[in-house]
């Protein structure tokens, strides 16, 4: 059993730690502990600062890889830290920043940093690459992804499983995608469409940017990213970027506000929806494929859907790494790279299906 360290206890850092628990030493750590008293019998609970360098680096001495499961503002910086002290990580933050940046220095202290190892990106990226990787040339790429409540309530029909600060993030920040080979820039919440998941209905999807690795590790030349939500919603929100609640000086106000809005009632099912599809040559003749994921909240281990994908997808990655059959290159590694590995590919697919984490071709 190797020693793990799961930095943030929110829903999904939880959802790593209890995941990972079963078969590794665990220590999630939080900077507030009163909420993870539920899982004290499945692995040690710690109060830190992560922030503090000090404090981690003293906190991750002892421990064979680190998650990183913070908030976005905090993880960048939290990540190069971690990589200054040589550490393996698994990181799930969704920062703004460009995690490839450090890939140089993650090389130079022989580390190995698996980012953006969740949902959207993390299994995206992972197909993203599995199609590089079979096909003779990808030419287009897209994937729709969303996490919303069972139970839509008005006005919003949505809660965050996550901080709002962070949906807000997702909701403000510039799209990037590629049209032609060319990187191109759309407003957040652009070319609303609809798509459709069966037994959950017709649903909305819209610009996002979450395109972020693939940009510069595949030679996709069309790609696209897009956040699915129930009809509607996009249109309720852009009155609010309008009205200029969403500007920087009244952002964490207006998270606030929303929190109260956003907030699941403990035990409170959610629903995750995903829609990947590739086009391209395959073995000499033209080919595409579409998959779809529809995963429900776990009843049994009041688990949110959300928890599971992103948080099971984390736990799979830190397996991976921690696998001494496997031989993982240092520098940092999104999920694409490791998607084209059939091998590790499949190690995470087959991982993920035990927990019934499945994408359904249609």
């Not at 064979?64 to 499961?69: E, I």
């Not at 790609?223 to 309008?242: C, F, P, S, W």
Request: glycine share 6%; net charge negative.
């Amino acid at each position: 059993m190797k020693k793990v360290l799961v930095l943030g206890g929110g829903r999904i850092g939880a959802a790593i730690a209890k995941n990972l628990s079963y078969d590794h030493q665990v220590t999630l750590a939080d900077l507030n502990t009163s909420h993870l008293e539920h899982l004290q019998h499945d692995c040690h609970i710690t109060q830190a600062n992560a922030c503090d360098d000090t404090e981690l680096t003293a906190l991750v001495q002892p421990f064979d890889l680190v998650v990183g499961a913070l908030p976005s503002l905090l993880g960048f910086d939290r990540l190069r830290k971690l990589i200054e002290l040589k550490k393996t990580i698994v990181d799930i933050s969704f920062f703004a920043e460009d995690a490839l940046t450090l890939n140089e220095m993650a090389k130079s202290q022989d580390v190995t940093a698996l980012v953006d190892f969740g949902l959207a990106p993390g299994i995206s990226n992972l197909y993203a690459g599995h199609f590089v990787d079979q096909y003779d040339q990808v030419e287009s790429f897209a994937c729709k992804v969303g996490g919303v409540p069972v139970e839509r309530l008005k006005p919003f029909e949505y809660k965050a499983p996550f901080a709002p600060l962070d949906v807000i993030e997702e909701y403000t920040r510039p799209a990037r995608m590629k049209r032609d080979g060319k990187e191109v820039i759309f407003p957040a919440m652009s070319e609303i469409e609809s798509i459709y998941f069966k037994g959950v209905g017709h649903m909305e999807a819209f610009n996002t940017d979450g395109l972020r690795s693939l940009l510069q590790t595949v030679d996709i030349p069309t790609m696209a990213e897009k956040t699915v939500r129930y009809n509607g919603h996009a249109t309720l929100i852009q009155q609010l970027i309008d009205g200029g609640f969403f500007k920087t000086e009244h952002r964490e106000a207006t998270a606030k506000v929303l929190l109260e809005q956003w907030q699941f009632e403990e035990n409170e099912p959610d629903l995750t929806v995903m829609e990947i599809s590739a086009q391209g040559t395959k073995n000499g003749h033209s080919h595409s494929e579409t998959y779809q994921l529809i995963d429900h909240y776990d009843h049994e281990n009041k688990v949110s859907s959300m928890a599971r994908t992103t948080g099971y997808t984390c736990a799979a990655g830190v397996r991976l790494a921690l696998n001494p059959e496997v031989q993982l290159p240092t520098g940092v590694l999104p999920p694409e790279i490791i998607g084209q590995n059939q091998t590790w590919f499949t190690h995470i697919m087959d991982e993920l299906a035990t927990h019934q984490i499945r994408l359904q071709s249609t």
